[in-house]
C-alpha cells in the first residue's frame, strides 16, 4: 500500500513535470502566433488554478473574478502606457480633457511598483470583500450574488471614468516593457516562457498547500462549514486568505495576459468573462487542480479553432460543447476519468482498497 | 494506481497531439500543398506570382452586440470581392476572403488580427466598426506593417499609416452638420451621446465650435453603451427647452430614446434631433413613424442620386434580399474594397508599402460620388449631407456640399479647433 501510493505520486511528478518541460520547449515548435495563443491560454490557466483552490476546495462560488484580473492587467497597462507615451500624458486623457498625468497613475511610472501593484491591489480588495462578507456569515449564494455585484460596479466605473482608464476602449497601443519592445517575437517567446514558469510554479504551491493539513481544513469547509466552526477553526478567516490568494493569482494572470495580449478593455473583465472563468473550473473538473488548467486551456483552444474555422455559427458550437460537458461530464474532464476508474475496479474487485476521495 | 497515471500520460499525449496539430497547421497554412511548398522553396523570387489568389481579411463582429450593424458591412465587402473577382480579380488573380470573428471583443480583434497577418498573411484587412476595436487592431496592424481599411466615421485625431480610414472624419460630418443646425434650426443646443471615445471626443469639438459662433449649450449627457432608460434625460431636455439635441448615442440606446421621446409629446416639430449614428439600418430597428422628420449627417443614403449608387442598391439587394437596405458605412465598406484593388493594380504588388505610396491620390467613382485618397492622413475626400426620415424609413437629402470635402482628423483647418488638436500633438 505505501509502496503505491509512494509508486503514484513519484509516476505523477514525472508526468506532470515532463508536460511542464514540454510547455517549455514548445517555442520551438510553434509559431509565433500559435505560441502567443497559448501564452494566452496559459495565463488563464493560472487564473482558474486560483479560482479552483476558492471554488473546488472551499466551496466558496466567485462570480466575480474578472475584476481582480482586469486589475492587475490595468496596472500593468498603465505602466505600459506611460511607458509607450514616455512619460507623457497618454492620448485618450488629451481628449478627455485632462492636461497633467493624474494622481493615481504615477506610481505606475516605475514598473517594480506596477507589478507590486498588480498582484496586491486585487489582493487588498479581496481581503476587504472576504473580511466584511465571511466575517458576518454570508455564504453560498448571498456571497456568489455580492460578487457578481461588485463585477458591475467595477466595470460601470472603469467605462464611466474615461479620462482615468480609457473608458470601453481600454488600454492598448503599448511600446517597451524594461526597454525591451513588447510587441517583437523574442520577447513575445520570453514573456511566454515567464508564463509557463509562473503557472509551474502556482501549480506547485497550491499543490502543496492543498495536499497538506491546510487543504484538509478547506475541504472540511466546504462540506461541512458548522463542523468545523464546533471544532474550533475559523471559517471566515480561512475563507478571507483563500478569497484573497486567488485573487492575487488573478491579478497576476492579468498582468501576463496584457503583456501578451496587448490590450485589456472593460469587455475582458465584465460579468460573461467572469462566468466564462467559472466555466473553465467546471468544465475541467473542480477540486483536482490539474483540471482547472486543462479546462481553461481546451475550452480557450476551442473557441479559437471553432471561430477560425466556423466564423458564423462557431457560438453554437462552443455551447453544445458547454450543454454536452454539463450533462454528460458533471465532475468535468477529469470526472470522467475518475468514473471509468471506478468502473474498472468494480470489474477487478481483487485491487486493493482505496480511500475515496470525496466530493460534495 | 496505475489508471490515474494513464490519466495523466493522456493529458501528455494530448498536449503533444495538439502542438503536433498546431504545428502542422502552420505549415499547412504557409503551403498548401506539399508539391507547391517545394515549388516555392526552388524559386523563392517568383513566390508571389506562383500562387493564383490574393487572400484578404475581413474582421468584423458577427456574434455580440455589434453584430447586428457589422455584418452588412462584411456583406457589402464580399459583395466588392465578388464583383472585382467577376471582372477578372486583381494583378488577374482573384480575390480569396478569409473571414474571421471580432465578436465584438476588442482583445478578439487584436487576436484576429494578429492571425490573419501572421497566419494567413492576407495583403489587406477589410474590417472594424467601433473605435475601441480599430484601436485594437492598431498596434497589430503598425507591428507587423499590415493594411486595415476601416470603414466607420469617427472621432478623428488619429492618421496611422498603416490604416485607410474610409468613413467620415469629424469635419466630414460633425462639423458641417453644427454649421448646418446654427444657420437653420436655432442657436440653443442639448449634446446626448454614449459614455465612450466617440461622443465625448465629438463632443468636445462641437463645444469648441459653439462656443466660437456663440452659440448656447444647454445641457451635455453621457449614458452608458446598450442604456434604455431615457426618462430623466428628456425631462432634463424638456427643462431646458433647446432647439437641437445632438445626438451621438450609439445601438439599442437610440430605439429607446427615440420610443421615449415620442410618448414624452416631443415631435421633430418641437426639437430637432440630429444623429451621426443613425442610418438606414439603424431606422429599421427603431420604426420610421418614431423617428419621422428628425435629420442625419452622413456622406451617403440609399436615396443618393448617383448611376453608381443605383447600380449598387440593386446589386446589394439581389445578393441580400428586396429588404435589405444599404446606409453609410456599408458604402464605405464596399468602396475600400475598391480603393485597394486600384491601389493594387497602381503598385503591381501587393507589397503594403508600394500600394501606400500607389494609393496617395487615387479615385474612385464611388455610389455617394467621387471618393479621393488624400495622401497625407489616408482619409478619404467625401460629400458631405444632412438627411430628413422620411416615413418609409429612407432619408431625403436637405443639403449637400457642392463638392467633396478635404478629409481633416485633427481638425487643423479650424482655429477653434487649436486646443484641441494641439492637446493631442504627442
Known amino acids: 500500500m505505501q509502496n503505491t501510493i509512494y509508486q503514484k505520486i513519484w509516476s505523477q511528478r514525472v508526468i506532470l513535470n515532463l508536460i511542464f518541460l514540454l510547455l517549455l520547449a514548445a517555442p520551438l515548435f510553434l509559431s509565433d502566433f500559435r505560441l502567443n495563443l497559448l501564452g494566452k491560454f496559459l495565463a488563464f490557466a493560472i487564473l482558474a488554478i486560483g479560482l479552483d483552490l476558492l471554488w473546488g476546495y472551499t466551496g466558496v462560488l466567485s462570480l466575480g473574478h474578472g475584476i481582480f484580473f482586469g486589475l492587475g492587467a490595468y496596472c500593468m497597462a498603465m505602466y505600459l502606457k506611460l511607458e509607450a507615451t514616455g512619460g507623457g500624458l497618454p492620448d485618450f486623457m488629451a481628449w478627455s480633457g485632462m492636461s497633467e498625468l493624474p494622481l493615481i497613475w504615477i506610481p505606475f511610472q516605475y514598473p517594480i511598483v506596477a507589478i507590486i501593484l498588480g498582484i496586491l491591489l486585487p489582493a487588498i480588495i479581496a481581503f476587504m470583500l472576504g473580511y466584511l462578507t465571511f466575517r458576518n456569515r454570508i455564504s453560498g449564494v448571498y456571497f456568489t450574488i455580492l460578487s457578481q455585484a461588485l463585477v458591475l460596479v467595477v466595470v460601470t466605473l472603469f467605462v464611466g471614468s474615461q479620462n482615468l482608464t480609457g473608458g470601453s476602449s481600454g488600454l492598448t497601443n503599448f511600446n517597451t516593457f524594461f526597454g525591451f519592445s513588447v510587441n517583437s517575437a523574442t520577447t513575445q517567446t520570453a514573456f511566454y516562457i515567464i508564463t509557463v514558469i509562473v503557472l509551474g510554479l502556482v501549480f506547485f504551491l497550491s499543490r502543496k498547500l492543498v495536499k497538506g493539513r491546510f487543504g484538509k481544513i478547506l475541504v472540511g469547509i466546504r462540506d461541512g462549514e458548522n463542523r468545523m466552526r464546533f471544532l474550533g477553526y475559523s471559517p471566515s478567516a480561512y475563507k478571507t486568505f483563500i478569497y484573497t490568494l486567488s485573487a492575487a493569482i488573478a491579478g497576476l494572470a492579468g498582468m501576463l495576459f496584457v503583456l501578451q495580449v496587448g490590450i485589456i478593455s472593460p469587455t475582458m473583465i465584465g460579468i460573461i468573462p467572469s462566468i466564462e472563468m467559472v466555466l473553465w473550473v467546471a468544465l475541467g473538473g473542480r477540486g483536482t487542480l490539474i483540471g482547472p488548467v486543462i479546462g481553461a486551456v481546451l475550452v480557450n483552444a476551442a473557441k479559437t479553432g471553432f471561430s477560425e474555422s466556423y466564423p458564423d455559427i462557431w457560438t453554437y458550437f462552443l455551447g453544445l460543447l458547454f450543454v454536452l460537458v454539463v450533462v454528460f461530464l458533471p465532475k468535468g474532464i477529469t470526472g470522467l476519468f475518475e468514473k471509468w476508474n471506478d468502473r474498472r475496479k468494480k470489474q477487478d474487485v481483487s485491487s486493493s482498497v482505496e480511500v475515496e476521495k470525496s466530493y460534495s | 494506481m496505475r489508471k490515474r497515471n494513464f490519466f495523466y500520460l493522456l493529458i501528455l499525449g494530448l498536449l503533444a497531439i495538439f502542438m503536433v496539430a498546431c504545428s502542422a497547421a502552420d505549415n499547412a497554412a504557409n503551403a498548401t500543398d506539399p508539391e507547391e511548398a517545394a515549388a516555392t522553396e526552388e524559386s523563392d523570387s517568383n513566390e508571389e506570382s506562383e500562387e493564383d489568389t490574393i487572400k484578404v481579411g475581413i474582421l468584423h463582429s458577427l456574434s455580440g452586440t455589434m453584430a447586428i450593424s457589422e455584418t452588412s458591412v462584411q456583406q457589402a465587402e464580399l459583395l466588392a470581392i465578388e464583383e472585382i473577382n467577376e471582372d477578372g480579380g486583381v494583378l488577374g488573380k482573384q480575390l480569396e476572403p ?57 472621432e478623428g485625431m488619429e492618421a496611422s499609416p498603416n490604416i485607410f480610414y474610409t468613413g467620415a472624419a469629424p469635419n466630414q460630418q460633425i462639423v458641417p452638420a453644427v454649421d448646418w443646425l446654427l444657420e437653420n434650426r436655432g442657436d440653443s443646443f442639448f449634446l446626448l451621446g454614449s459614455d465612450y471615445v466617440f461622443p465625448r471626443t465629438a463632443n468636445a469639438a462641437i463645444r469648441a465650435q459653439l462656443d466660437n459662433e456663440g452659440a448656447e449649450l444647454v445641457g451635455e449627457e453621457y449614458t452608458p453603451l446598450g442604456h434604455t432608460d431615457y426618462n430623466t434625460v428628456i425631462a ?41 449614428s443613425v442610418a438606414e439600418e439603424e431606422i429599421k430597428g427603431i420604426g420610421a413613424d418614431v423617428i419621422e422628420g428628425h435629420l442625419t449627417s452622413w456622406n451617403y443614403y440609399q436615396t443618393t442620386d448617383t448611376p453608381e449608387n443605383e447600380e449598387f442598391v440593386a446589386n446589394y439587394q439581389e445578393e441580400y434580399g428586396e429588404d435589405a437596405v444599404t446606409a453609410d458605412p456599408i458604402e464605405a465598406g464596399y468602396f475600400g474594397v475598391y480603393l485597394w484593388a486600384q491601389a493594387v493594380e497602381e503598385a503591381g504588388t501587393t507589397d503594403v508599402d508600394e500600394v501606400r505610396e500607389a494609393a496617395k491620390g487615387i479615385s474612385y467613382e464611388a455610389p455617394n460620388g467621387t471618393v479621393t485618397i488624400d495622401g497625407d492622413n489616408q482619409h478619404v475626400y467625401k460629400t458631405v449631407r444632412i438627411g430628413e426620415v422620411q416615413s418609409d424609413g429612407m432619408i431625403s437629402e436637405l443639403w449637400q456640399t457642392e463638392e467633396p470635402v478635404k478629409p481633416d482628423p485633427y481638425l487643423d483647418e479650424y482655429d477653434w479647433a487649436s486646443d484641441l488638436s494641439e492637446s493631442l500633438a504627442e
Open chain 2, 98 to 154: 478569409v473571414i474571421e470573428d471580432g465578436a465584438s471583443d476588442w482583445p478578439t480583434f487584436a487576436e484576429k488580427a494578429n492571425k490573419l497577418l501572421q497566419q494567413d498573411e492576407v495583403a489587406t484587412i477589410f474590417g472594424g466598426w467601433t473605435s475601441a476595436s480599430r484601436k485594437a487592431m492598431l498596434p497589430v496592424v503598425e507591428e507587423h506593417n499590415g493594411l486595415l481599411f476601416y470603414p466607420v466615421q469617427y
Open chain 2, 236 to 276: 432634463k431636455i424638456k427643462n431646458e427647452n433647446p432647439d437641437v439635441i445632438f445626438n451621438t448615442l450609439n445601438g439599442d440606446s437610440n430605439v429607446a430614446f427615440f420610443k421615449q421621446l415620442k410618448d414624452a409629446g416631443i415631435t421633430s416639430d418641437d426639437i430637432t434631433v440630429l444623429s451621426v
